[in-house]
């Protein structure tokens, strides 16, 4: 199946400071990606959907100021948490649709991105 | 609205056993269903869909899923289990209406399959 690649698996902060994690399509483009947040022993909910070349989508209750998304390119994606604070650690994970072959493109995950503000 | 819903938050069988992981769904028009796993720390692996045909379809590592339309279900199955699928098993529809909406995909809450040997 088509790779989708996140970095870093692992980030520790400060309270105050910002974190950029990346999301690439790795062999294939992708025009949207979608965000993802993971509570511990929960379902993944959904923060935004990025798209290239335009702004991001974002779900209900998502705050866009907070949670920054760039989608610069058909393989990049970027989610900047700003002035993180410690109710910002959890699991964010990326995803991206495979279109090749014209079929209906299942979501390919990232391997997610553990967020631990102090 | 679409959505998913998995009754169980855990499920335990004994290796070798057959194991069944239970979702069903509601949405308006045809839907689109996948199975995705989840091992700790980290991201979602595709396991199956179904989209349209068989009603039986099959997926990675053994696994196979019976799309039901009288009874909206979209149960997860696999006739032997390993210890190794103990995991977390995400059931998923996904939008189909068109505009900004196209795609996303709506996740249960999840079945936290234990297979003990």
């Known amino acids: 199946g088509a790779v989708v690649s996140q970095h870093p698996s692992w980030v520790i902060c400060k309270s105050g400071t910002s974190v950029k994690i990346e999301c690439r399509s790795l062999d294939f483009q992708a025009t949207t990606m979608f965000w993802y947040r993971q509570f511990p022993k929960q379902s993944l909910m959904l923060m935004a959907t990025?798209?290239?070349?335009?702004?991001?989508?974002?779900e209900q209750g998502v705050e866009k100021d907070k949670f920054l998304i760039n989608h610069a390119s058909l393989t990049l994606s970027t989610l900047t948490v700003t002035s993180a604070h410690p109710e910002d650690s959890s699991f964010y994970i990326c995803?991206?649709?495979?279109?090749?072959?014209?079929?209906?493109?299942?979501?390919?995950f990232g391997e997610g991105s553990r967020l631990t503000v102090l | 609205a679409q959505s998913v819903a998995q009754p169980e938050d855990q499920v335990n069988v004994a290796e070798g056993n057959p194991l069944t992981v239970k979702c069903t769904y509601s949405?308006?028009?045809?839907?689109?269903l996948f199975w995705y796993v989840q091992y700790p720390n980290r991201g979602l692996q595709f396991l199956l869909k179904?989209?349209?045909?068989?009603?039986l379809v099959k997926g990675s590592y053994g696994f196979e899923a019976e799309f039901n339309k009288s009874q909206t279900s979209f149960h997860l199955k696999k006739p032997s289990a390993l210890v190794s699928d103990s995991a977390l098993y995400f059931c998923?529809?996904?939008?189909?209406?068109?505009?900004?909406?196209?795609?996303?995909?709506?996740f249960g809450r999840g079945t936290q399959l234990t297979v003990w040997p």
């Open positions: 949405v308006s028009g045809n839907p689109y």
């Open positions: 990025s798209n290239e070349g335009s702004k991001a989508t974002y």
């Open positions: 998923a529809v996904r939008d189909t209406l068109r505009g900004s909406t196209l795609g996303r995909l709506y």
């Open positions: 179904y989209i349209t045909g068989d009603n």
């Open positions: 995803s991206a649709r495979d279109f090749r072959g014209g079929g209906t493109g299942e979501l390919f």
